[in-house]
């Protein structure tokens, strides 16, 4: 929707773009924490329910931002309302992966895997439709519907969405980051976030100075990171929720994977391999396919090791489990963009993938290392014991 533009056009310098979209990330990240913490006490239906209707709300408002004075009534509005939005979408997507993992306990990476899926037709469906809109029918139209349809969703989950009741629980992010398993996936969800920031702020000026591409074009090849997240999500999801023990493992295969598409994408200088349009779309497409296969196994992996470590089985933990995903995941999607940018700018962007890849290939490797190092016996009793969680029902919360 050309959003920055519209504010360069408003007096905004590219700095205080960035510095308007970084403060999504860190609204959304305090936000997760915040509210993942206090979930039961707010209520998971409630806190959807609001959450929902805080975006949409803030959603509408953007779209009316064009019609405010340039200069810094129309920046500072920019900030308010972007962060208020944060908190919002924070409040929703925690509520809702807590909710998943409480009303689907044995089908967490299904059900995700599934969500995932349409966010990747989001990805896909997001840009031309909503480019369309904008050049069709000018800046306040994309918003306008894009905020609309969010409040539909309001009176639908009023309607739909059980009422969970639960007691609070003692336990904090704090013990939550004491296990060492549960910092190195945190650190894996990190370097996801990164990545995809990275791309979404560098790849579309990349393709069109190196392959002199147009704009929609860009938008195709874009396709080939969204398109296999979204084919293969729910198929992960399914297959690691079938067989749990293979959860660490596909986080490992998929971090080195995704390490190799990042160093490939450009690709790296010292390889000597030519820049081909071809190689960079074959690259987007291992990146998207290994980001799901990384991604999807994060969630219900910290759940089973929380509960294994003594956490109490409720949305306490899940509310926990929800906010800290969240706010690693926006730590990430506001270091991607800033460093990546960086980097970009003072070397060039082959190099700034290639330092995703090394995060991505570093997480990998300590990944690997904790799993090689746990004892056998050890390691098969918790792989029986995450079967039998997967294989029957929770008889108490």
Not at 254 to 272: R, S, V
């Amino acid at each position: 929707m050309n959003i920055s533009t519209q504010a360069v056009k408003k007096g905004a310098s590219q700095t205080v773009v960035g510095l308007i979209f970084g403060c999504y990330a860190v609204s959304n990240l305090i936000g997760s924490l915040i509210l993942g913490r206090y979930i039961v006490h707010i209520g998971a239906k409630f806190m959807l329910i609001v959450g929902l209707f805080v975006s949409s709300f803030c959603t509408i408002l953007f779209g009316l931002l064009d019609r405010v004075p340039a200069g810094p009534a129309f920046i500072s509005l920019c900030f308010i309302v972007r962060s208020i939005d944060a908190v919002g979408f924070a409040a929703a997507m925690t509520s809702t992966f807590a909710m998943t993992a409480k009303i689907f306990p044995n089908n967490v990476a299904t059900v995700l895997g599934s969500l995932e899926m349409f966010t990747g037709l989001g990805l896909i469906l997001g840009p031309p439709v909503g480019g369309w809109f904008y050049q069709s029918f000018g800046y306040e139209v994309p918003f306008m519907l894009l905020g609309c349809f969010l409040f539909i969703m309001v009176p639908f989950n009023i309607y739909v969405l059980p009422t969970i009741e639960a007691d609070p629980s003692q336990d904090s992010f704090f013990r939550l980051l004491t296990h060492v398993k549960i910092v190195l996936i945190c650190y894996v969800i990190f370097t996801l976030s990164a990545g995809l920031g990275f791309l979404d702020a560098t790849l579309s000026l990349f393709a069109m100075e190196e392959f002199d591409l147009s704009p929609g074009y860009v938008g195709l090849i874009m396709l080939g990171l969204s398109l296999p997240y979204c084919l293969a999500s729910p198929l992960l999801g399914y297959f690691t929720d079938k067989y749990p023990s293979t959860r660490s493992w596909f986080m490992v295969i998929g971090g080195i994977a995704t390490a190799t598409g990042f160093c490939l994408l450009g690709p790296l200088p010292f390889l000597h391999i030519p820049s081909q349009l071809w190689l960079l779309i074959l690259m987007l497409g291992v990146i998207g396919f290994s980001l799901g296969m990384t991604a999807i196994p994060t969630f219900p992996e910290i759940i089973a090791h929380a509960y294994e470590h003594g956490f109490e089985e409720g949305l306490s933990t899940l509310g926990m489990v929800s906010g800290l995903f969240g706010a690693v995941w926006s730590l990430g999607m506001f270091y991607g963009p800033v460093v990546g940018g960086l980097i970009t700018q003072h070397l060039c962007f082959e190099w700034a993938a290639a330092v995703q890849g090394g995060l991505a290939f570093l997480a990998a490797f300590l990944l690997a290392i904790y799993y090689l190092c746990q004892p056998p016996k050890q390691q098969r009793i918790l792989d029986s014991n995450q079967h039998t969680d997967e294989s029957t029902p929770l008889l108490i919360d």
